[in-house]
């Protein structure tokens, strides 16, 4: 098993460009989370999904958007990127019915 | 609402010194609580977790903690530190709900 991957691992962006961070989990898990970290913030919650085709907003949402469209990967969009959003990014999953998060290694994105 | 307060943003040790990093959560409602470890440029991964049971829990590494309701404290400790435990630790709790709220970190260092 892969476990959680994540792409790009890096990304340099300009103001005002869009991208796309994929996730991917061969594990079969039902949930999966965006996370950004920086620096003396700790990991905050971007969005999360209780399952194929179902998204939820976390505690930064603003400024992201994430689909589900198959039960292994989580997309996390940015439409328009800014300088706030230079962080690093990580996706996790967990099984149905278990507690312990899987993190993929993240993705280090800088916005110009 | 569910919060987590990680005392001290660095810690250092000497090299088979004990190793304690602080940890107190606030919850209305039992919480389950993690400790994760992340080293450089990797992703997080757990070390311990407690959700029902037995309050002293062992992890990896040599590693345990202990829940403490009365003081909603879930310290984490080790007897004797070793340089490759130097990285950044994460306290986290949830509620049981998917949804996960973590500290903001704290990097231990070891002295040789």
């Known amino acids: 098993n892969a476990g959680v991957t994540q792409t790009p691992k890096f990304r340099v962006l300009k103001t005002g460009q869009s991208m796309t961070l994929l996730c991917a989990q061969d594990?079969?898990?039902?949930?999966m989370y965006w996370y950004r970290q920086d620096p003396g913030m700790g990991l905050r919650l971007i969005h999360y999904?209780?399952?194929?085709?179902?998204?939820a907003k976390g505690e930064v949402p603003d400024g992201y958007n994430v689909s589900r469209l198959k039960k292994q990967n989580f997309l996390l969009g940015l439409e328009s990127a800014a300088p706030s959003q230079t962080s690093v990014y990580f996706c996790?999953?967990?099984?149905?019915?278990?507690?312990?998060?899987?993190f993929g290694p993240g993705t280090r994105l800088t916005v110009l | 609402a569910q919060s987590v307060t990680q005392l001290g943003s660095h810690v250092s040790v000497s090299e088979g010194a004990l190793v304690l990093l602080r940890c107190n959560y606030s919850s209305s409602v039992p919480p389950y609580l993690f400790w994760y470890v992340q080293y450089p440029n990797q992703g997080l991964q757990l070390l311990l977790k407690y959700t029902t049971g037995a309050t002293l829990v062992k992890g990896i590494n040599g590693f345990e903690a202990e829940f403490k309701k009365s003081e909603t404290s879930f310290h984490l400790t080790k007897p004797s530190a070793h340089m490759s435990d130097a990285a950044e630790y994460f306290c986290a709790v949830s509620s049981g709900t998917y949804k996960y709220i973590f500290g903001t970190g704290t990097r231990l260092k070891v002295l040789a």
């Open positions: 999904s209780v399952g194929e085709g179902t998204t």
């Open positions: 594990m079969n898990h039902e949930y």
């Open positions: 996790a999953s967990i099984p149905s019915g278990g507690n312990e998060q899987f």
